[in-house]
């Protein structure tokens, strides 16, 4: 639709999730200015987690792919086919995701230091992390916010935690 209506803007696809999107999406750029995300449990995880016990945790919009699919989307942050790496944030509490609602998503901010792991674990290097999750929004958008390291407050405890194999993998020790 943008094409056919010649829009002039600047468009952004979020969460990404599914390789054929991302195909697709990399394919407008010699038409569109277009841009897009991927969250960080589409990078770590995959439908896989649906089955295991508590599987409403990982229910989520859009949803985790097949494993395959989740190794493209990493392969195509990689490749700089996906712009950055976006958080989905979703707050929510045990009992929120396991009630009669079951909320989708998951939280994503209080496990940034985790997520900063996975990545360096992945080969991605300190500047190639710093572009996806800073400098190329602020670059897109014209955003003119300087660059800081604050200190995230450790809020993990108001949530479930989604990424505890990512402690004990990098034997990353919760502070008290």
Known sequence: YAQRYNFKGKLHIVHVSSPIAVEMIDESRSHLDI?????????????????KENGLYWKMNPPLRSPDS???????????????IETDHAPH???????????????????????????????????EIEELT???????FCIDIP???????????????????LEKKFRIKKKS
């Not at 989740?70 to 950055?84: A, F, M, Q, V």
């Not at 009992?95 to 609602?101: A, F």
């Not at 800073?134 to 897109?140: A, G, P, Q, T, Y």
Request: proline share 4%.
């Open 70 to 84: 989740r190794k493209r989307i990493l392969r195509y942050l990689k490749e700089r086919k996906i712009d950055w």
């Open 35 to 51: 841009s897009c995300g991927v969250t960080l449990h589409h990078l770590v995880y995959d439908f896989s987690q649906m089955f």
């Open 147 to 165: 660059q800081s390291r604050r200190k995230i407050k450790d809020r993990t405890n108001e949530y479930f935690n989604p990424y505890a194999f």
């Open 134 to 140: 800073f400098r190329s929004v602020r670059d897109r």
């Open 93 to 127: 509490t045990i009992e929120e995701k396991l009630q009669h609602s079951f909320y989708s998503g998951i939280p994503g901010l209080p496990y940034w230091p985790l997520i900063n792991e996975f990545l360096i674990s992945q080969d991605f290097s300190g500047e």
